[in-house]
């Protein structure tokens, strides 16, 4: 074997390094390592000749073992591309979204789904969608399967939820996978009753909620017919299951644009207050942008663009999140694929047993890559996403490709052109603002 002194090294290409003090700042992007480093070790790190000397061996063994320094046998970016690959196409794991209607009991203004016919999935197409469901799992073999309830309003047809969900059930006994499921609802109707039937008949787990802002704003934006207010009895039944004995994970999603960015810290503070949030309670915001346009042309001055929200994100949410004592310690994890839709482990069953590939296009019968009674792998519909090419030059060449994965195949698809995520553009900061958090925390403590 050759000595270190006669091997040759790199940096990681994904390394992301800010000058910081009289150091540096060193994040790397693919294992999340994140370090200081003094004047000394900056010096070393950027002159990688002194780092092979025999003095400094300690040193470079840190670097290496914190994969901050690699040997020059390794190819870090093909490496990535490899994974991206793999995952692509050979996973072990199989996703089903099911639709059971798309009616809903909000009428919020900003919603894609709007101006879709409301479908409630007919025991014919519940028949055929079981049959397609087990064909693929016969096809793939998952080890894993994972199963979304999605709407419109899912919980409108609970007992459409506990017929898939005895025939998972019943799937998993005769094929043997692991079976997890999760529910995407407005929550208004997701009582603590409901939630042990849920679990219990239909294995599911958790449960993704949207609050866009305290009582008022959120009433002002999420409202049921006739403006009813929903914050209440929404914020009621979250509160019922984070007290309950149910292991069972709640994640608020807020949907943020220029019109409630400035109330965030009003919800987060009534947030605060719930009960067994560390364990079970998890927050993320996400922008109301992009695509919404398309729909909100006459509002598009309230959306935030990419590269805005990242910035708010960084600035007012992390902050925030750190105040209220909220897990504000969040790198971003690696995407190999950004998203299932282009790989053929995704099946969207919409409500009148169409299949989709995209989580916005429910309900939107153009948008179909074909139907649960006659789906043909060979479709051009299908082959359109299943062979897109998410990835150009820019972004073989991109820093950020480990935690974007080429971003939103569906924008791109739009668009023509990248659509990169959020973090190419903050990351830095992002870095930056946690380090500091940390240390003020350090020395407050
Ligand atoms: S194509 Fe984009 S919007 Fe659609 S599910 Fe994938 S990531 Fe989401
Ligand atoms: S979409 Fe943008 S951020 Fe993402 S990998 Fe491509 S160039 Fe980088």
Same mark, same amino acid.
């Given at each position: 074997?050759?000595?270190?002194?006669? *091997? !040759? =090294? %790199?940096?990681?290409?994904?390394?992301?390094?800010?000058? $910081?003090?009289?150091?540096?700042?060193?994040?790397?992007?693919?294992?999340?390592?994140?370090?200081?480093?003094?004047?000394?070790?900056?010096?070393? =790190?950027?002159?990688?000749?002194?780092?092979? *000397?025999?003095? @400094?061996?300690?040193?470079? *063994?840190?670097?290496?073992?914190?994969?901050?320094?690699?040997? !020059?046998?390794?190819?870090?970016?093909?490496?990535?591309?490899?994974?991206? %690959?793999?995952?692509? &196409?050979?996973?072990?794991?199989?996703?089903?979204?099911?639709?059971?209607?798309?009616?809903?009991?909000?009428?919020?203004?900003?919603?894609?789904?709007?101006?879709?016919?409301?479908?409630?999935?007919?025991?014919?197409?519940?028949?055929?969608?079981?049959?397609?469901?087990?064909?693929?799992?016969?096809?793939?073999?998952?080890?894993?399967?994972?199963?979304?309830?999605?709407?419109?309003?899912?919980?409108?047809?609970? @007992?459409? +939820?506990?017929?898939?969900?005895?025939?998972?059930?019943?799937?998993?006994?005769?094929?043997?996978?692991?079976?997890?499921?999760?529910?995407?609802?407005?929550?208004?109707?997701?009582?603590?009753?409901?939630?042990?039937?849920?679990?219990?008949?239909?294995? +599911?787990?958790?449960?993704?909620?949207?609050?866009?802002?305290?009582?008022?704003? %959120?009433?002002?934006?999420?409202?049921?017919?006739?403006?009813?207010?929903?914050?209440?009895?929404?914020?009621?039944? +979250?509160?019922?299951?984070?007290?309950?004995?149910?292991?069972?994970?709640?994640?608020?999603?807020?949907?943020?644009?220029?019109? @409630?960015?400035?109330?965030?810290?009003?919800?987060?503070?009534?947030?605060?207050?719930?009960? !067994? /949030?560390?364990?079970?309670?998890?927050?993320?915001?996400?922008?109301?942008?992009?695509?919404?346009?398309?729909?909100?042309?006459?509002?598009?001055?309230?959306?935030?663009?990419?590269?805005?929200?990242?910035?708010?994100?960084?600035?007012?949410?992390?902050?925030?999140?750190?105040?209220?004592?909220?897990?504000?310690? /969040?790198?971003?994890?690696?995407?190999?694929?950004?998203?299932?839709?282009?790989?053929?482990?995704?099946?969207?069953?919409?409500?009148?047993?169409? +299949?989709?590939?995209?989580?916005?296009?429910?309900? #939107?019968? *153009?948008?179909?890559?074909? %139907?649960?009674?006659?789906? @043909?792998?060979?479709?051009?519909?299908?082959?359109? &996403?299943?062979?897109?090419?998410?990835?150009?030059?820019?972004?073989?060449?991109?820093? $950020?490709?480990?935690?974007?994965?080429?971003?939103?195949?569906?924008?791109?698809?739009? #668009?023509?052109?990248?659509?990169?995520?959020? &973090?190419?553009?903050?990351?830095?900061?992002?870095?930056?603002?946690?380090?500091?958090?940390?240390?003020?925390?350090?020395?407050?403590?």
């Amino acid at each position: 074997m050759k000595s270190s002194k006669h *091997k !040759n =090294y %790199h940096k990681n290409y994904y390394n992301i390094e800010i000058p $910081y003090g009289n150091g540096m700042l060193l994040y790397n992007i693919l294992n999340k390592n994140f370090v200081f480093l003094n004047s000394r070790y900056t010096y070393l =790190y950027q002159n990688i000749e002194e780092l092979r *000397k025999s003095d @400094n061996q300690e040193i470079l *063994k840190e670097f290496l073992d914190a994969e901050f320094v690699l040997d !020059n046998s390794i190819d870090e970016r093909m490496e990535y591309l490899r994974n991206f %690959h793999l995952h692509r &196409w050979f996973s072990k794991k199989l996703l089903f979204t099911i639709v059971p209607t798309t009616a809903c009991n909000f009428r919020c203004p900003y919603c894609f789904e709007r101006g879709i016919k409301y479908v409630s999935m007919d025991a014919s197409i519940i028949e055929k969608s079981t049959k397609f469901i087990e064909e693929r799992i016969k096809i793939f073999k998952p080890e894993e399967v994972s199963v979304s309830y999605y709407g419109g309003e899912p919980l409108l047809e609970l @007992n459409k +939820i506990f017929k898939f969900g005895y025939f998972f059930k019943s799937l998993q006994n005769k094929y043997d996978f692991r079976l997890g499921a999760d529910i995407v609802t407005n929550g208004y109707l997701l009582s603590i009753n409901t939630v042990f039937e849920l679990y219990n008949k239909a294995n +599911i787990k958790s449960a993704q909620i949207t609050l866009d802002g305290p009582p008022r704003i %959120h009433d002002a934006r999420r409202f049921l017919r006739g403006k009813r207010k929903t914050f209440d009895a929404i914020y009621k039944n +979250i509160s019922e299951i984070l007290a309950s004995d149910l292991d069972f994970i709640i994640r608020i999603r807020v949907n943020v644009d220029k019109t @409630n960015i400035s109330y965030l810290e009003e919800l987060l503070k009534i947030l605060s207050k719930l009960p !067994n /949030r560390e364990e079970k309670l998890e927050i993320y915001f996400s922008p109301v942008t992009g695509e919404s346009d398309r729909l909100h042309k006459g509002n598009r001055g309230i959306f935030y663009s990419e590269e805005e929200f990242g910035k708010v994100y960084v600035n007012t949410i992390i902050p925030l999140l750190f105040k209220y004592k909220f897990d504000y310690e /969040r790198y971003p994890d690696i995407s190999y694929v950004f998203c299932a839709g282009i790989t053929p482990f995704h099946y969207l069953i919409d409500s009148d047993g169409s +299949i989709k590939k995209c989580f916005d296009l429910v309900g #939107r019968e *153009k948008e179909s890559v074909g %139907h649960v009674e006659s789906y @043909n792998d060979g479709d051009k519909r299908v082959l359109k &996403w299943e062979l897109f090419e998410p990835l150009g030059k820019e972004c073989l060449d991109c820093k $950020y490709l480990p935690i974007c994965g080429g971003g939103c195949p569906y924008k791109k698809m739009q #668009r023509g052109e990248n659509v990169c995520e959020p &973090w190419r553009y903050v990351l830095k900061d992002l870095l930056v603002k946690i380090y500091e958090l940390k240390s003020s925390k350090k020395v407050g403590q």
